[in-house]
């Protein structure tokens, strides 16, 4: 699933990946977690994340490597934040050799509204469920919700200009591909969620 940080595809993966019964695999989520067993290569990542900056292609291939080999993963899985990056891209089709077809959903949203979005998302200090400032306390616990790391304005300018410079590249690989969608991500939740599943049906039927 691609698009831009704050298109909603954090929210859709989870649920598509809910609906389809397969694991949603973010590498966003795998780095904040702190699953990386080297000390200096988790600081360096956690330096270029809070920066808003990419982390290490090397790094979040071998994360993503390790996880599509897991059991669960062996019906389909959903990939969210994966890849940014043409030398991204390129592996994953060899990863992927004999398990096609990749299908590509593109979330696109305008630049304002992403904005705003991202300006008003939280986390739940607690348990890390997603949410908005409109929000009180977490819907799942009741915890505290506080602002993304990388959520600050400065950082948020900068994570749209690295991704219309580094990621939205990757679109035009994609594009052209018969496994290729496009959504309109400026919607309702819902909606969004239904074009999505409509999308990708289109592709490979309910499978
Ligand atoms: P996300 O939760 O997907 O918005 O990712 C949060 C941050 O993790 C990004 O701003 C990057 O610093 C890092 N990150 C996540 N996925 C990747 C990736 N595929 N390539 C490089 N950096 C990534």
Do not use: N, W
């Not at 600081?43 to 920066?51: G, I, N, P």
């Not at 998302?121 to 009180?136: D, E, F, H, I, K």
């Not at 309109?184 to 999308?199: K, N, R, Y």
């Amino acid at each position: 699933m691609l698009g831009p940080p704050g298109a909603g595809k954090g929210t859709q993966a989870e649920r598509f990946a809910r609906d389809r019964r397969v694991p949603r695999v973010s590498t966003g989520d795998v780095l904040r977690q702190a699953q990386i067993e080297d000390e200096a290569t988790h600081r360096r990542a956690k330096l270029l994340m809070d920066a808003g900056h990419l982390v290490d292609d090397d790094l979040v291939i071998g994360i993503v490597r390790h996880r599509l080999a897991a059991p669960d993963a062996s019906a389909g899985f959903v990939l969210d934040g994966f890849p940014r990056t043409l030398l991204q891209a390129e592996p994953l089709d060899h990863l992927l050799d004999d398990r096609q077809p990749l299908v590509v959903v593109d979330i696109e949203v305008p630049e304002a509204t992403l904005v705003d979005r991202l300006r008003s998302r939280r986390v739940c200090a607690s348990c890390g469920t997603p949410a908005t400032a409109a929000l009180m306390v977490c819907g799942a616990c009741g915890g505290k919700l506080v602002p993304r790391r990388d959520d600050d304005f400065a950082v948020v300018q900068e994570r749209l200009r690295v991704y219309a410079e580094q990621s939205q590249p990757i679109v035009e690989f994609y594009r052209r591909r018969p496994t290729f969608r496009s959504v309109d991500g400026d919607q309702p939740q819902e909606s969004v969620a239904a074009d999505i599943a409509a999308a990708v049906a289109s592709v490979v039927g309910g499978r």
